[in-house]
């Protein structure tokens, strides 16, 4: 089975070094400096021109470039294509606008770092990890079985699975909003100075505030609708509180909380049960 | 020195059990069955009845109980007494409302945890952690230095002193906003079912949601206006974003991202600097 790997940045250079863990010998494909850096670590076997005569290719580049690789290259009939975009709707609309000579699996790793490119790439990034496997109609599920055997050699220790739309509107929620919430917490003047007044809840909050511009962008614009829902839904909840806050409604604000309380509780449960 | 510790929840039992491991031999004061549990580990050296007779108390209560006990005890003339409650200035015109016999000084230990009581305590909960002490014109800087020794005793390892109002302003950022944007957070419908989506950032953002309703309304109420001032900013920098989506203006997305990794970068390197 020959495999490529386009793109090897955080996401791809750790899918590389997972599968070489596991004993496959993928090759790649980057930008000159980067290749030369995964050739004489012997994390790709060789540096590939282009996807033709591969059997499976992981494309791990940044949305717009990832759709324009999945549009105009040429891959081998039958190959199984995979991308991981943070958004999966768009992707799947841009590869089913034709036919395909290839068969398209999306996919979205759900592990990151606040930091990027092959340098922080490692083999262990996705060890326990979710990987998201979209499916559609025209989904071959072959394709998909043969991945999820690559997901579990990378070290994912939980395949989930869904439609495209699905996926688009949970990650809108657990990680685009979280992003947004990281990058406007950091902006009161308040912040100044916040050493020693803080225990950690307020680290939490702000972790990932220094998220990638020209990615984050694109990928919130490309799930524009489910993520306005539910910046909508967060400022109307976040109001509620300061209503009750400035009318000093004790009992209000206690519900409210406890309302909080009681949903983290059956969100725990809930995990604990999956 | 005879010091008391009043009330062995999980901030006083751990400041007793901190002390211990110390070498001190702190009193303490609670409910009969946690007084028993305390003796019986050895963490207390007696259970008191009344602050009379001791030369440091620490009142680790809720803040209306902390502000009662404050305000009615009879403490021996000159002895240091210090509260740990979450709010500094509605405890601070509390105290200084009379003359006191007493020496007050407001503290506010930096760490936590999701859980409470005895059987939560720890002797390392604030090693490392910073102790936030305030100070006001009627404070006496040599009860602030013998205080400070017993906090560095018990594993702090920073103290950071400031005004009441200074507390109240930073804390309503760091962690009572904090408390709010994650109790709000997890009311989306689309939590559910949300374990496979997400690989870091849902938990961050919702670790604090469960918050004891009943101490975190008074905590909140009595520092209604700095809280209220936090909330307000927040929701109009979450608007900005909302409406630059809706808009799908790119640029103007790019940039309200950008300015919160340059903001975030910004605090990082203060932080590294402190």
Same mark, same amino acid.
């Given at each position: 089975?020959?495999?490529?790997?386009?793109?090897?940045?955080?996401?791809?250079?750790?899918?590389?070094?997972?599968?070489?863990?596991?004993?496959?010998?993928?090759?790649?494909?980057?930008?000159?400096?980067?290749?030369?850096?995964?050739?004489?670590?012997?994390?790709?076997?060789?540096?590939?021109?282009?996807?033709?005569?591969?059997?499976?290719?992981?494309?791990?580049?940044?949305?717009?470039?990832?759709?324009?690789?999945?549009?105009?290259?040429?891959?081998?009939?039958?190959?199984?294509?995979?991308?991981?975009?943070?958004? $999966?709707?768009?992707?799947? @609309?841009?590869?089913? =606008? $034709?036919? @395909?000579?290839?068969?398209?699996?999306?996919?979205?790793?759900?592990?990151? $770092?606040?930091?990027?490119?092959? =340098?922080?790439?490692?083999?262990?990034?996705?060890?326990?990890?979710?990987?998201?496997?979209?499916? =559609?109609?025209?989904?071959?599920?072959?394709?998909?079985?043969?991945?999820?055997?690559?997901?579990?050699?990378?070290?994912?220790?939980?395949?989930?699975?869904?439609?495209?739309?699905?996926?688009?509107?949970?990650?809108?929620?657990?990680?685009?909003?979280?992003?947004?919430?990281?990058?406007?917490?950091?902006?009161?003047?308040?912040?100044?100075?916040?050493?020693?007044?803080?225990?950690?809840?307020?680290?939490?909050?702000?972790?990932?505030?220094?998220?990638?511009?020209?990615?984050?962008?694109?990928?919130?614009?490309?799930?524009?609708?489910?993520?306005?829902?539910?910046?909508?839904?967060?400022?109307?909840?976040?109001?509620?509180?300061?209503? =009750?806050?400035?009318?000093?409604?004790?009992?209000? &604000?206690?519900? &409210? &909380?406890?309302?909080?309380?009681?949903?983290?509780?059956?969100?725990?449960?809930? @995990?604990?049960?999956?």
């Amino acid at each position: 089975m020959k495999i490529l790997i386009v793109g090897l940045g955080l996401i791809g250079g750790s899918m590389a070094k997972a599968l070489r863990r596991a004993g496959y010998a993928p090759d790649g494909s980057d930008l000159p400096a980067v290749e030369q850096a995964a050739l004489a670590q012997g994390v790709i076997g060789r540096a590939a021109r282009g996807p033709h005569g591969y059997d499976v290719v992981f494309v791990a580049l940044p949305p717009d470039a990832a759709m324009r690789y999945l549009d105009e290259e040429t891959f081998s009939a039958g190959a199984v294509v995979a991308d991981v975009c943070g958004v $999966k709707g768009a992707v799947e @609309r841009c590869v089913y =606008a $034709k036919e @395909r000579a290839y068969r398209y699996v999306g996919c979205h790793p759900m592990a990151g $770092k606040e930091v990027s490119g092959f =340098a922080n790439a490692s083999a262990g990034l996705f060890d326990g990890a979710s990987m998201i496997v979209t499916h =559609a109609p025209r989904t071959d599920p072959q394709a998909v079985s043969l991945l999820e055997g690559l997901f579990r050699a990378m070290g994912f220790g939980q395949i989930t699975r869904c439609t495209a739309a699905e996926h688009d509107a949970k990650i809108a929620y657990t990680s685009q909003l979280a992003h947004v919430v990281s990058s406007a917490y950091v902006k009161s003047g308040t912040a100044d100075g916040f050493s020693g007044f803080t225990g950690g809840s307020f680290q939490d909050m702000t972790r990932i505030a220094g998220v990638d511009e020209g990615l984050w962008e694109r990928l919130f614009l490309l799930n524009r609708e489910a993520l306005s829902a539910e910046l909508e839904t967060l400022i109307s909840n976040l109001q509620d509180y300061l209503s =009750a806050l400035q009318a000093e409604d004790a009992a209000r &604000l206690r519900g &409210l &909380l406890r309302a909080g309380r009681l949903r983290k509780e059956h969100l725990d449960r809930e @995990r604990r049960i999956v």
